[in-house]
């Protein structure tokens, strides 16, 4: 399913500008996600968030030093600044790109449709390359695909170098991984990070196209100047920086089990529902469609053992419905770790398995897209 057949939906003209503009600008940013990734070259949000997030942890362990209500205390005062100010950012930079989008009058010179200024055009382009920043569906395929390929390679080197590139994109010691336990680890991450790295962010930019499209409703005006809700691009930063927050400093071990606590509930309570959503509709992009509330009752008595509430039912609801089973043994440092088994008695994930996952997460992301232009565009016959 391509990304490109819910656009004509949202971009539907009325008389006074583009009611499915905010849609659109979604539909634009993931279809740039996919095409691009996160170019190395291309400064990115979450470098910038993880500087503030090691400059704020010192100034916290400095006053707070091994006390754990002022670490707390430290802790919560950093969520609150990373996120509200993450959000304040892609606000204030959604109101420049409104804004310059009002201060224009279109030009209905011609009857195909309307034609933008170039600072138009700038704006809004610079708007979809930031909402693309907070999306990693391409970067995490293309990190996932990497460990596949290296593990295809010559039999001498490919467990050294697949090792290698897996630790890139997971947190447990991969230093003595063999070739099923380096599957299973692509496996789940590629599941797992199929929510946080995707589908949240998207969710979260979703909802915020929703809140400018109802105060364009409210206001009876086209997007622009009028609109001061915030909108994807403040949500789905404010997401970013909680996610940023949470794998930096949501460790239980010495001082983080007190300050990285406010970030990592944020974190799972920003996910929560997105997960739950992913499981649901997950069959609909497998083409089986009658498994969907199986498929999530499924998923989350599986990951309810997980110590996390998101983890293990994303990772479940992949396992369930390609019939691999995941969890087991994993090591951290020194540690030992007993993950619960996902789809217990299954097979073990092959490489087919994993392609199998970037795929099908392909498919959801499109499928979203389609769903919400659908009810965008019922929307707008009604009102």
Not at 178 to 190: S, V
Request: aromatic share 8%.
């Amino acid at each position: 399913m391509s990304l490109a057949v819910a656009v004509p939906l949202a971009a539907l003209p009325s008389g006074g500008g583009i009611p499915g503009l905010p849609l659109l600008l979604v539909i634009a940013a993931c279809g740039l996600d996919q095409l691009l990734g996160d170019p190395r070259w291309c400064p990115h949000p979450v470098v910038l968030m993880g500087w503030w997030i090691r400059q704020l942890r010192f100034l916290a362990e400095r006053w707070a030093a091994d006390s754990p209500w002022r670490l707390r205390l430290a802790g919560v005062l950093i969520t609150a600044i990373l996120v509200g100010g993450s959000g304040l950012a892609g606000w204030a930079l959604e109101r420049w790109a409104l804004g310059t989008w009002a201060l224009q009058t279109w030009s209905q010179a011609t009857p195909a449709g309307f034609r933008p200024g170039v600072m138009q055009l700038v704006a809004l382009a610079l708007l979809v390359i930031a909402l693309a920043s907070a999306l990693a569906g391409r970067s995490l395929e293309q990190a996932v695909a990497a460990v596949l390929q290296a593990l295809a390679g010559d039999r001498q080197q490919r467990l050294e170098l697949a090792r290698q590139r897996l630790a890139w994109i997971v947190g447990r010691d991969t230093s003595d991984l063999d070739g099923p336990e380096i599957l299973r680890a692509a496996a789940e991450t590629a599941s797992e990070n199929a929510v946080d790295g995707l589908f949240a962010p998207l969710f979260w930019m979703l909802v915020g196209a929703a809140l400018w499209t109802l105060g364009q409703q409210s206001v009876g005006q086209p997007i622009g100047g009028a609109i001061s809700w915030p909108g994807p691009l403040a949500l789905a930063w404010a997401f970013k920086a909680a996610s940023t927050l949470d794998s930096m400093l949501g460790y239980r071990h010495g001082r983080l089990r007190w300050l990285g606590t406010a970030g990592a509930k944020l974190d799972d309570l920003l996910t929560w529902l997105p997960c739950r959503l992913v499981a649901l509709s997950l069959p609909l992009a497998a083409g089986r469609p009658g498994r969907c509330l199986g498929l999530l009752q499924q998923a989350l008595k599986d990951g309810k053992p997980d110590p996390s509430p998101n983890a293990g039912v994303s990772q479940a609801a992949y396992a369930q419905l390609l019939g691999i089973q995941l969890g087991g043994w994993n090591r951290y440092g020194e540690q030992l770790r007993a993950k619960p088994l996902l789809a217990r008695g299954c097979p073990a994930p092959t490489a087919s398995s994993v392609v199998a996952i970037l795929e099908l997460t392909r498919r959801l992301e499109a499928l979203w897209l389609l769903l919400a232009a659908a009810s965008a565009l019922c929307l707008w016959l009604v009102f």
